[in-house]
């Protein structure tokens, strides 16, 4: 008995949603080297599929969304200015580099590839704050 109550209770942590964050961690970062850059090529052979940056951009924010609503904070407004910051220019970034030249032009000016790295840094912090 004291074995099952054991296990329910492992369980039962793992569905925590405030352990969601530490595992989609993995996804967010994962999918945001692809989109800057750092990894080439996602690949699973056995669904015979290639990730792509929209795929990439997809996991990034879905990630991004749901470590945001499992956080302990929950509320933008319970953060301080600067994380508030922080928070918004994550998502930003993603979407700018994607879908607005200009942002990818200007990430590119900053030399290749510091530009996709400061980018890369700045999404990662992002989500740090984001699923304190």
Same mark, same amino acid.
């Given at each position: 008995m004291s074995y099952q109550r054991r296990l329910s209770d492992v369980? +039962?942590?793992? #569905?925590? #949603?405030?352990? =969601? !964050?530490? #595992?989609?961690?993995?996804? @967010?970062?994962?999918a945001s080297l692809y989109q800057f850059g750092g990894i080439t090529t996602v690949e699973l052979p056995w669904l015979s599929y290639t990730l792509t940056t929209q795929h990439s951009l997809l996991v990034s924010l879905g990630t991004y969304a749901a470590g945001f609503a499992s956080? /302990?904070?929950k509320r933008f407004e319970y953060y &301080?200015? %600067? /994380?508030?910051?922080?928070?918004?220019? &994550? !998502? =930003?970034?993603?979407?700018?580099? /994607? @879908?607005? !030249?200009? *942002?990818?032009? @200007?990430?590119?000016?900053? +030399?290749? !590839?510091? +530009? #996709?790295?400061?980018? @890369?840094?700045?999404? *990662?912090?992002? %989500?740090? *704050?984001? *699923?304190?």
């Open positions: 369980a +039962g942590d793992y #569905m925590n #949603m405030r352990s =969601l !964050p530490a #595992m989609l961690s993995v996804a @967010f970062v994962a956080s /302990e904070s &301080g200015l %600067w /994380e508030q910051i922080a928070i918004v220019i &994550g !998502p =930003l970034v993603i979407l700018g580099n /994607e @879908f607005v !030249p200009q *942002v990818n032009d @200007f990430l590119l000016s900053l +030399g290749d !590839p510091l +530009g #996709m790295q400061l980018a @890369f840094v700045a999404t *990662v912090v992002s %989500w740090g *704050v984001a *699923v304190q």
